[in-house]
């Protein structure tokens, strides 16, 4: 009697091959993506760094400016002595 298959040995050892195939080269993606990817962290942290950096300048600069403003906004109120 013949036992009941959807597909062939062939086909079947051949399917296994084929996805083995795939999650070699999956695996060397990923490898080597880990290999990098201290990199591509590195990289981002520096430049939100920078980007940080600039921005707490900025927030410091407009703060500057609107203390002079007060400042001479004040000295304007007063009556001359």
Request: some cysteine; glycine content about 2%; proline content about 1%.
């Amino acid at each position: 009697m013949f036992s009941f298959a959807f597909w062939k040995n062939e086909a079947k050892k051949d399917q296994h091959e084929n996805v083995s195939q795939i999650w070699k080269e999956l695996n060397v993606t990923f490898i080597t993506f880990l290999r990098w990817s201290w990199l591509i962290y590195t990289i981002a942290v520096i430049v939100i760094s920078i980007c940080g950096y600039f921005a707490y300048c900025e927030s410091c600069r407009r703060n500057e400016i609107v203390q002079r403003r007060r400042i001479i906004q004040r000295a304007q109120q007063r009556a001359p002595d």
